[in-house]
């Protein structure tokens, strides 16, 4: 079943570059300088440009946003800044680009996007802040608009971060074990359990504090050990997740209009 898909990423030559417009460009490297994402970056498979929208502020005060027409708390973000900005990462590599807005108005992220997106060459995530993006610079960017989860935070720069680990994760040999990837909740590339949540995890001490690993998992029986997985896994998504069972549940919508 999976053999026949070629790798994610496998469709194009080079290192996947991923631009970031922010007005916060201090907390990423933090946060993607470590762990998986920031060894996948030694390792040539991916880099990532942080771009601070205020550098392309066309005011003496790096002002990029404005009271909003029609009255109301808050500010906009201004499109020239915006605008600006993308022009000048657009420029900074001549593969094409496939634009990410982060917002709560977006079409709710799966793995099916996130393996999407980990096939391109480019990517360019915009992160809004204040009330959001005046809606005339997203309609000239079209880009792609994403959402993380129905919850509103202050701005879009988290769920660009999580969706950056989730991309990268999928790039071939970002994970030291490449199995790891294809054996996950969700994944479509599992082998036969995708659209299933995990199963549960054990490890050492097989007793601790009077309780027992189950016994299937120490019986040295790999049948029945797989057999125990797939239906722990099952009887998981029936419990908690019983949407996923439905059929076409990772597909993605096609967009409506
Ligand atoms: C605020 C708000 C208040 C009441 C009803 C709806 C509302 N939507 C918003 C809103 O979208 N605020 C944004 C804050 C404006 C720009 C960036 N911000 C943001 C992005 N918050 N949360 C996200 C986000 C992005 C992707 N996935 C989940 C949340």
């Known amino acids: 079943m999976s053999a026949q898909s070629a790798p994610v990423g496998a469709n194009h030559p080079g290192s996947l570059r991923i631009d970031v417009l922010t007005i916060f460009p201090d907390i990423f490297e ?13 390792a040539g498979l991916v880099d990532w440009a942080i771009t601070d929208i205020r550098d392309f502020a066309d005011n003496k005060h790096q002002k990029v ?9 808050g500010m906009v973000m201004m499109c020239q800044p915006i605008w600006d900005a993308v022009q000048w990462a ?23 996007i996130i ?11 915009l992160a809004g802040h204040y009330e959001g993006i005046d809606q005339r610079v997203i309609d000239r ?10 919850f509103v935070l202050s701005g879009g720069e988290l769920p660009a971060m999580c969706l950056i680990d989730a991309v990268v994760r999928l790039l071939p040999g970002a994970l030291g074990h490449e199995d790891s990837a294809s054996e996950d909740s969700f994944s479509p590339m599992g082998e036969g359990d995708e659209r299933l949540l995990d199963c549960p995890h054990y490890t050492r001490p097989r007793v601790w504090e009077g309780r027992e690993v189950p016994g299937v998992l120490t019986s040295g029986d790999h049948g029945k050990v797989a057999d125990w997985r797939h239906e722990q896994k099952l009887a998981r998504t029936k419990d908690r997740r019983p949407d996923l069972l439905e059929p076409d549940s990772l597909k993605n919508d096609p967009p409506q209009t």
């Open 90 to 112: 657009q420029s900074q590599d001549e593969r094409p680009v496939t634009a990410v807005h982060l917002t709560p108005q977006g079409e709710p992220c799966t793995q099916a």
């Open 115 to 125: 393996e999407e997106l980990a096939a391109k060459p480019r990517l360019l995530l």
């Open 141 to 150: 960017i079209e880009p792609r608009e994403i959402s993380i989860g129905d």
């Open 30 to 42: 933090p946060v993607l300088g470590s762990s998986i994402v920031g060894r996948a970056r030694s």
């Open 65 to 73: 946003d404005d009271r909003p027409f029609g009255g109301g708390p």
